[in-house]
């Protein structure tokens, strides 16, 4: 198969897919008598990433796989196709998410022995429901508390292929230090907001969490 063939099949299957996809998903895609290799196919990533230069869109590789999204430079332009108003989050659910993302595996007694405060039980489920944590085993304590880590859809709404890509503690330590007071109320108008999702082709679609085998920190690395 001639590689510009090769380019047009891999591009029109990363913009119809529903999810990112990784190179031996696209392998998938050919037979035998196709005579595609898996350095041809990564060839055509390359040449197709190459080719988004100075576009508004861009071919990027998150934790998932492969997918093409609008540029952040472009981001607040296209985001007013969609009516909804952008999610805010109390400063409680994002200190809750950073501490399970940098220490863990961590129990909830863990997170609320370093914030000090209890975590709402609604902290929890809404971090659960958008599937950017998971429990990944129990502590081998009494009680058997569960252990949360952070799932492979975290790091895809983060633009992250690995943890390893998370900001160092030392580079957000300009962040004003985290109130421990501060009331575990519903999310309001005034509470940070989360980067917005990157617009892609399948932005809004519900992912496959039976795809996502995430034990420990390593595995999602």
């Not at 090769?6 to 529903?18: F, K, P």
């Not at 940098?102 to 007694?109: A, D, F, H, S, W």
Request: glycine residues 4%; contains cysteine; hydrophobic residues 40%.
């Amino acid at each position: 198969m001639e590689q510009q063939e090769l380019n047009n099949i891999v591009e029109a299957a990363l913009l119809a897919a529903q999810q990112p996809l990784t190179l031996p998903m696209l392998a998938a895609l050919f037979q035998e008598a196709d005579e595609v290799s898996h350095d041809a196919i990564a060839r055509a990533i390359e040449e197709l990433t190459e080719a988004c230069e100075g576009r508004s869109i861009e071919l990027v590789e998150v934790a998932s796989g492969f997918r093409y999204q609008v540029r952040e430079s472009v981001h607040p332009w296209i985001a007013r196709l969609w009516a909804e108003r952008q999610t805010k989050y109390s400063r409680a659910l994002l200190e809750t998410l950073a501490l399970i993302a940098y220490r863990q595996p961590i129990t909830r007694g863990e997170i609320e022995q370093v914030r000090g405060v209890t975590v709402a039980t609604s902290i929890m489920h809404t971090l659960e429901e958008r599937e950017w944590i998971r429990i990944v085993g129990y502590r081998d304590v009494p009680g058997k508390p569960a252990l949360f880590g952070t799932t492979r859809q975290f790091l895809d709404y983060f633009n992250l292929k690995s943890l390893d890509q998370l900001p160092t503690l030392a580079e957000i330590r300009d962040i004003a230090d985290p109130d421990p007071q501060l009331a575990l109320a519903p999310d309001t108008d005034d509470a940070p907001a989360l980067p917005a999702d990157p617009v892609h082709h399948n932005a809004g679609a519900v992912p496959d969490a039976s795809t996502d085998t995430t034990r420990t920190p390593e595995d999602v690395a």
